[in-house]
């Protein structure tokens, strides 16, 4: 297992140390980035973690928001793309077609990186009717690393949010997560 955090806003400085991977909050709708972006970039690749940049996905406007994403998002071959699918702070979600949709989206505008769906434990088995996880399903259960409670392959398990998000990631090494994701 392999270990790793995943940041937003919300955190103004994470150690990166000892860290293999960090995934990075770029944007969410179409409208906000995230002001540590650059920062939390430069951070994540001077550690040299692999990097991961995911969306914050809202209803309605999905090319638009597939569009948005992927032009704040840096793009360096091997980083590795996500969709954060979940409840927003209205109340609503994306519908599970919403979220094929835009995941097929960015895998099309960015044909040579991985793009990995996040979904929390209850989503997955509750809302999505489809299981298309893209290249890989990032699933948040918390509970022990590694041990999320679904049935379905997986790549990456947010574990715990104390004190920030951590993860572990289902590969032997730093260099094949870095592999995988070169595609």
């Known amino acids: 297992m392999l270990h790793g955090v995943?940041?937003?806003?919300?955190?103004?400085?994470?150690?990166?140390?000892g860290l293999d991977f960090v995934f990075i909050k770029a944007t969410e709708g179409r409208s906000y980035v995230n002001p540590r972006l650059t920062d939390q970039t430069k951070r994540a690749r001077d550690a040299?973690?692999?990097?991961?940049?995911?969306?914050?996905?809202?209803?309605?406007?999905?090319?638009?928001?597939?569009?948005?994403?992927?032009?704040?998002?840096?793009?360096?071959?091997?980083?590795?793309?996500?969709?954060?699918?979940?409840?927003?702070?209205?109340?609503?979600?994306?519908s599970n077609s919403e979220k094929d949709r835009f995941i097929r989206e960015v895998k099309r505008l960015r044909p040579h990186h991985r793009v990995l769906l996040y979904c929390n434990r209850y989503f997955w088995l509750n809302h999505d009717t489809t299981s298309y996880a893209g290249d890989g399903l990032w699933i948040a259960d918390y509970v022990k690393a590694g041990k999320p409670r679904i049935k379905a392959t997986w790549r990456i398990h947010q574990y715990t949010d104390q004190p920030l998000d951590k993860d572990a990631a289902d590969f032997s090494s730093r260099s094949a997560m870095r592999a995988w994701a070169r595609k």
């Open 6 to 17: 995943d940041v937003s806003a919300h955190q103004s400085s994470f150690d990166a140390d």
């Open 48 to 94: 040299d973690c692999v990097v991961g940049f995911y969306h914050f996905l809202w209803p309605g406007n999905i090319t638009a928001q597939a569009e948005y994403f992927l032009s704040k998002a840096p793009e360096k071959a091997g980083d590795l793309l996500a969709v954060d699918w979940e409840q927003n702070g209205e109340g609503t979600r994306a």
